[in-house]
């Protein structure tokens, strides 16, 4: 029985670390940038994340040089940062070892550079680990956290399944020593509905919601604390039934000149296309498990940072219950 | 066209970002050699559900599984020669590289029920692309089949899957860490006093972040493998030359919006740096421009009002619009393809056009197999 079942579970808006989960295409990345900025509208102190060199929210938010130093502010209350994994593993030996020239010997081994770079699952391990220390850090008078939101835009799902695991793993790997605790409690945060909500991000098709449903069902069997599913790129409804046999009868009519059969033809295919993403929804809907957040597809040359913007601005004025819960 | 002229290599890897169709374009180049009378096999890493339906498979194994090829035949397919597919299953191949070169059945049941070898093998990102190397190698060894098509991960780096095998190698070799915990190189325990100043310095950081008993474990189970490293990088080898020399052919499958491309152009520029014979450019689901110009809302107003629509003008209106964004994307199309030929230097280059649902049959596949293949 998975923790996220034990109790009502609090609306993604109310938790602080929040992992955004989906295949190659699914746009994840965007969704990362949409909630991010729904967030710091809706007055959250937030941090979007980037891991595994991505770059992704660098191309999204267009001139901003998100760094792996610092946090960089993109609009206000929204910052961005890079997490590397060999940045983070200094880090790490630093605040551990508390002894700089140890940390030096280390950084100089070329034995320990190996080891890191070869060992499977360090990268994973360090970068949970920069993740855990931004979304525990507390201001310096302690009165409260440094961010009210921290959102990773995730590596593809079999790999963020990884990252998830990581901790977990590790602790159960090393059964003593300071890395045994810090995995325990790296994994209490993650696997804390309270503290941590994964989002499943898919679009509107066939195979994407079976594969969200699949990955639903995965992280419910591994006791991850998932708290939202996001349709991503549907289209708002255009055309409805009364327009059908209209649109029948006119393309049945006989000859048309080739635009205004085009039009027809495209109005036809969206209709369908329309009915088709409704289906879908119904399906994610009835199987996930999840409350379920639709974002409209933003039909552009290129990801529109200005539209995305517009969405956030009604997803933080409408506070849909999927992302913000009952009122 | 571009598969056509590619039929005769060994291996044909089908790379890209995540997300762009690459599974389905192996599928389709995997059906098309069938079809040009090879025998074939379609190595799928993950995940293996798209690939099952379109073959209308319920599942594939890690055993190949021969496509039935009256399925392929209802749909207008005539397959000379045989199309087979499977799905990597990490562990497996895993265990049975360890089986393979174990000296004894003892040094293979210890390393099989070690704890770091289960979780190396099973849970570890990396050991995916390291076995789907490793499963290649065994397929070309094992000479069954004619043409393999092979699927790549969805990988951080697309590059990622071809140096795994040498990142893993290295780590089961653990000269680094044997160096740190047996420096004596002898198989008689840790040579904990041996070591000079600094590796004990290194060695005691490690034991304090970790506790003694990892790093022990840790230790027995690279010392389990000795003996089984030359075999190890020997298969590394043979598989990276393979893939460089001219029996293999690597298709770069990218989308038509900019940001894939521009990781397409990135991934083709990392193979040629790399020695990897880059075949062609796959750029799937481009959208096809629409005839006529923008739609006269009047007369198509008139022409719905006859039809018996409620508001003709409105709906008129809506049907342009639709038209518009269609012929805007498929502009964005046409740019981002012209693009990338320019970018890349005219390379062969294979568009499949947006189906209007996803290929999830033979018949879907075998149109994408046409525009691969130009049949």
Redesign the interface.
């Known amino acids: 029985m998975s923790r996220a079942a034990a109790g009502p579970a609090p609306p993604l808006i109310e938790r602080r670390l929040w992992f955004v989960l989906g295949k190659g295409g699914s746009g994840k990345s965007t969704v990362s940038a949409t909630l991010g900025l729904t967030a710091a509208l809706a007055g959250r102190r937030t941090l979007l994340m980037e891991v595994a060199g991505q770059n992704r929210v660098s191309a999204i938010f267009a001139g901003a040089s998100v760094g792996h130093e610092r946090p960089v502010e993109l609009r206000p209350g929204l910052f961005g940062l890079s997490v590397m994994a060999e940045q983070a593993m200094e880090e790490y030996l630093t605040g551990q070892l508390r002894m700089r020239p140890l940390v030096e010997v280390l950084s100089r081994s070329r034995a320990f550079h190996h080891f890191v770079a070869a060992a499977p699952g360090l990268a994973e391990i360090v970068t949970l680990g920069k993740i855990w220390s931004l979304a525990t850090e507390l201001e310096p008078d302690g009165s409260k956290p440094v961010w009210d939101a921290l959102v990773v835009d995730a590596p593809a799902t079999g790999h963020a399944l990884a990252l998830l695991d990581a901790a977990g793993r590790i602790a159960q790997i090393a059964t003593g020593g300071p890395i045994h605790e810090q995995a325990e409690r790296i994994e209490a945060v993650i696997q804390h509905p309270a503290a941590t909500g994964i989002v499943v991000v898919a679009r509107p098709e066939e195979l994407a919601v079976s594969e969200a449903l699949d990955a639903a069902a995965e992280l419910a069997e591994r006791e991850l604390p998932a708290a939202l599913a996001v349709l991503n790129a549907m289209h708002t409804p255009r055309f409805s039934a009364g327009d059908d046999a209209a649109l029948e009868a006119a393309l049945g009519a006989g000859p048309l000149p080739p635009a205004e059969r085009a039009a027809l033809e495209a109005a036809h295919a969206r209709r369908v296309r329309e009915l088709d993403e409704q289906g879908l929804l119904e399906r994610l809907r009835d199987g996930v498990g999840l409350p379920v957040l639709e974002l409209p597809c933003l039909i552009a040359r290129q990801i529109d940072l200005p539209a995305l913007e517009g969405v956030a601005e009604d997803l933080a004025r409408e506070r849909p219950p999927a992302l913000f819960g009952a009122t | 066209m571009i598969a056509g002229e590619l039929v005769d290599r060994r291996v044909l890897v089908s790379c890209g970002?995540?997300?762009?169709g690459k599974t389905t374009i192996s599928a389709a180049l995997g059906l098309g050699l069938a079809a040009a009378g090879r025998r074939t096999v379609v190595v799928t890493i993950?995940?293996a559900?798209?690939l099952a339906?379109a073959l209308g498979m319920a599942g594939l194994s890690d055993e190949p599984r021969q496509v039935d090829p009256e399925r392929a035949r209802a749909a207008g397919v005539e397959l000379t020669g045989e199309m087979w597919a499977l799905q990597l299953d990490a562990k497996a191949t895993f265990d049975r590289l360890v089986a393979r070169h174990a000296p004894t059945p003892e040094a293979r049941d210890r390393i099989l029920a070690n704890?770091?070898y289960g979780?190396?093998s099973s849970?570890?990102?990396?050991?995916?692309e390291y076995m789907a190397v490793e499963r290649l190698h065994e397929l070309v060894e094992e000479d069954a089949f004619e043409s393999i098509v092979l699927d790549t991960?969805?990988?951080?780096?697309a590059l990622d899957f071809l140096a795994a095998p040498e990142?893993?190698a290295?780590?089961i070799e653990g000269?680094?860490?044997r160096?740190?915990l047996r420096p004596g190189g002898g198989s008689t325990g840790i040579g904990w006093r041996a070591l000079h100043a600094?590796?004990a310095?290194?060695l005691s950081?490690l034991?304090?972040?970790?506790?003694?008993?990892?790093l022990r474990e840790i230790s027995e189970f690279l010392g389990s493998f000795e003996g089984m490293y030359t075999g190890f990088h020997d298969r590394a080898d043979a598989v990276r030359e393979l893939l460089k020399s001219d029996r293999s052919a690597f298709l770069v499958v990218t989308?038509p919006?900019?940001?894939?491309a521009a990781e397409a152009v990135d991934l083709w520029h990392a193979l040629e740096r790399g020695g990897y014979p880059v075949g062609g450019l796959v750029v799937n689901r481009t959208e096809s421009l629409?005839?006529?110009?923008?739609?006269?809302i009047a007369?198509?107003g008139r022409?719905?009002q006859?039809?018996?629509?409620?508001d003709?003008e409105d709906?008129?209106r809506?049907?342009?619009?639709?038209?518009e964004?269609?012929r805007?994307?498929a502009v964005?199309d046409l740019d981002v393809v012209e693009g990338l030929r320019a970018a890349l230097g005219r390379p062969p280059v294979a568009e499949v056009p947006l189906l209007?649902?996803?290929p999830?049959e033979v018949a879907g596949l075998a149109r994408v197999t046409a525009e691969l293949f130009g049949t």
Do not use: K, Y
């Open positions: 970002a995540g997300g762009v993950d995940p559900r798209r339906a704890r770091i979780h190396l849970a570890v990102a990396g050991s995916q991960p969805p990988a951080r780096n990142r893993m290295r780590f000269r680094a860490l160096l740190l600094g590796s310095l290194v950081v034991e304090r972040l970790t506790g003694a008993e990892l989308g919006e900019p940001q894939p629409p005839e006529g110009g923008p739609a006269p007369e198509l022409r719905l006859a039809a018996g629509a409620a003709p709906l008129a809506r049907a342009a619009r639709t038209l964004e269609e805007m994307l964005r209007e649902h996803d999830v």
